[in-house]
């Protein structure tokens, strides 16, 4: 399979070097959308990639252009005539068009706003009406709704009227007649049923999620509970969309996406790694790198006050990167652990204490081990005394460092701020510095300095 | 539906305190699947859980079972009676009953497949003998196939005889008289045509997957493409199961949470955060600090080497935490960046000198602008000399970090090992070592050491 891809790979490159843009054309035309959209996220070049999206059909542009990154979707609209552009927006699906406009030049979505016919573009504007963020702009207004009292036979009637635009017939909201959500019913239990059973003898409660909802929770409870598809209500549970599975996994996709990326430090990239421009990747590091950077001119204070001792006992300035890395390693795997917990709702903010009265301990076992190791290695290699520093001082900042690593994420999202801002890096330097006092305090007093 | 989850969870706590049973099972019994596994999830006390798991009927107990972690349904078997557990691995999914037999002791696995029934057994035997991680183990060998002769009619027929025990009807391979998937049709297909059309009219080409692909590509992929399932082929194309969308999103989440616990230089754990005991926290994260801390002795002695420098300049080892600090956490960002783009199939373990050259250009802009900041505040507060030290060496550090930081993870992945493993602590303690040997190296040529 990868093999076969990269043969594709290979020739598409060949053909779009030498110019032969109808062996291209004929290549796109022998493959699947999803490889067409793994060969433009792996093409470095822009203008390749807007020659090759230009070669597509009709049809497999639209399918095309319905898998891309918004990073992607926002380039490719750029480059492509007026007429195309809104030809492609008027045919992806609502939700899809809603994500586009947050992404081009202001200018350039009104105008296509405009172009749209009265109806398309009162329900595009219907989804930009709730928050960023919100489930609201994911959902797709286009579902089929059934009544309790159809009868299966009738019901099915209906769906094969109704059918033909909506998002998913695979799980169907049954409504009252204020359009409040009374259960759903999923296709297959209709198809299995005998014609003549209602719909409220096969529907189930619903499982529903609030049209202002965060899209990550909202998404992560949908994949959580394997259901197919979630009605998406207002707060009289009156229905106003559907969410469906696949759309629900790619958020969690794009939401996960994030949080490694704020983990190491850096901003998520919108687009793919090759097809973003090396300032573009620049950009997405450098205020993190440079915020981290002058927090770290704590620890050249901190160690600029010690530095009498330092002239000292020039051998404590060995110890220090062993010190603070260590610290800063065991709160990044606490912060991580924390983090993730958070994302997956394993924690709430509110169990900030017994999070931190568990990585006390840990953070305490693990200082432990490391402390024997230390104070065993450092004792045979100069002296008792000086074993005896390097142990305490690991015991202490392993334990610090946990509880620290294990309580921030855990404050973060009690302020309602993503936990991953207070990230590894941020942990680190600020382990870091605490580490360096813990270090010279315990020095001073046990080598008498 | 955060306040009603939070008011539900301190209820069930406050009727376990008090060992209101009775309550504990009304209150179970009043609410979804979903939220009493969030419930189990959030309660530390493994004696709680399994009074909780006890007081669910059966069918929510099934259900529940279903949706929880492959940690948490092993202790859950282990604390019930074995006719409780004999009852639910007969009741259970084929591909969920696999994981579990990966997952209890040898003895109890093998007592429960005794207790199957011959054709139950046979299915079980036959995908635990895919390999370990292969798409193979998570699949589900009941599915209904068609033929593509078939009318619509008699296709739907066909389906309502055979769906029940599959695990979608939703898709449908159609198949040969050998078993080869020919191509797949959709329920949604079936029950929007007339009834006379053919099952080959409607079917369009299969997406499959092979039955030995690693299964987190294998579910990527099936996410990506946004299908809502896949049927899983063997080496000549034939069926032998079928993998859902709900199934790809729970691999993937999974897969996700490992590279995200590797990141942070832990293990996954293999249950919710607060229900793992103290003890297999420190176990996750114990033998990747000793392995860090081990390694970072390397720096002992980098800065053992350079010891005579320092006793005649000690304000060199002021620096020293800022400077290792910003090395590893350039390396950080770019390990971050590459393993995501790996993970996402964005790049191929052949791309690793176009990444190289990438992060190099990336590495050299960012410490280009932290060298110029860097020369002129320690220009301001020592003398210019010791400010181009600092400044050269922040361009030469920044650069190699982020090079370094890249190129791991592309390596791992060529030697097939797990790019996480080259984990972002490990790469910040690689570059603590070589920013040391940088520094001292510019600082003996400028300062004349």
Redesign the interface.
């Known amino acids: ?2 093999d076969e891809f ?1 043969s594709l790979r290979a020739s598409a490159q060949e053909a779009l070097r030498v110019r032969d843009l109808s062996a291209v054309g004929e290549l796109l035309a022998a493959h ?3 490889e067409i ?2 060969l433009l ?2 093409e ?1 070049h822009a203008a390749d990639r807007a020659v090759m999206y230009r070669l597509l059909d009709r049809e497999s542009a639209m399918e095309v252009f ?2 891309l990154d918004t990073g992607m979707r926002a380039e490719l609209i750029e480059g492509l005539r007026d007429e195309d552009v809104a030809l492609i927006f008027e045919q992806i699906d609502p939700d899809d068009r809603a994500q586009l406009v947050d992404e081009l030049p202001a200018g350039v979505a009104k105008r296509l706003m405009q172009g749209l016919s009265p109806a398309e573009r009162e329900v595009t504007l219907s989804l930009l009406g709730y928050p960023r963020r919100s489930i609201g702009r994911y959902m797709s207004p286009e579902f089929v709704r059934l009544r309790p009292r159809l009868t299966v036979g009738d019901a ?1 009637t209906h ?2 009227h109704r ?2 635009d909506a998002e ?3 799980l169907l909201p049954v409504t009252d007649d204020a359009r409040r959500v009374e259960g759903v019913v999923g ?2 239990e209709l ?2 049923a005998r014609a003549d059973e209602t719909v409220a003898g096969l529907m189930v ?1 619903a ?1 529903t999620v ?1 049209v202002t ?1 965060d899209a990550e929770s909202a998404a992560r ?1 949908i ?6 598809a979630a009605p998406v209500v207002d707060g009289e549970d009156r229905i106003v969309g559907i969410v469906t ?2 759309d ?3 958020i ?2 794009e939401a ?2 994030e ?3 704020r ?4 901003e998520p ?1 919108r687009r ?3 097809t973003t421009p ?2 573009g ?2 950009r ?3 205020v ?3 915020v ?2 002058v927090s ?2 704590l ?2 204070q901190v ?2 006050v010690f ?1 009498a001792t ?2 000292e006992v ?2 404590l ?6 010190l ?3 610290a ?3 709160g ?2 606490a ?7 958070l994302a ?5 903010a ?2 900030v204490l ?2 931190a009265w ?1 990585e006390v ?2 953070g305490f ?2 200082g432990a ?2 402390g024997l ?2 104070f065993a290695l450092a004792s045979l290699v100069f002296d008792v005394a000086f074993g005896a520093v390097i142990g305490l001082t690991l015991v202490a900042v392993c334990t610090l460092a946990a509880t620290v690593g294990g309580a921030m994420p855990m404050l973060a999202r009690a302020v309602r701020a993503d936990p991953a801002v207070f990230s ?2 941020f942990i ?2 600020f382990c ?2 605490t580490s ?1 006092i813990i270090y010279f305090v315990i020095a001073t007093r046990i080598l008498g300095l």
């Open positions: 399979m990868d990269e699947d959308p999803p959209v793994r996220e792996q470095p319905e898998l099915l769906i094969r059918g033909a998913t017939i695979y296709l297959r198809v299995m409660e499982r609030r909802d409870r994949v959580e509970a394997q259901l197919l599975i696949d629900a996994s790619r969690l996709e996960d996406d949080d490694a990326a983990q190491g430090a850096a990239l793919p790694y090759l090396v300032l990747i620049v997405s590091r450098v993190w790198l440079l981290l950077a770290a001119l620890t050249v160690l600029g530095e330092l002239e020039v051998t300035a060995l110890f220090i990167p062993l603070t890395g260590t800063g390693n065991t990044a795997q912060a991580t652990t924390v983090t993730r917990a997956l709702g394993e924690v709430r509110r169990d017994a999070v568990r301990r840990v076992v693990l081990l490391l190791l230390g590894t890096p680190s330097t870091d510095a360096l």
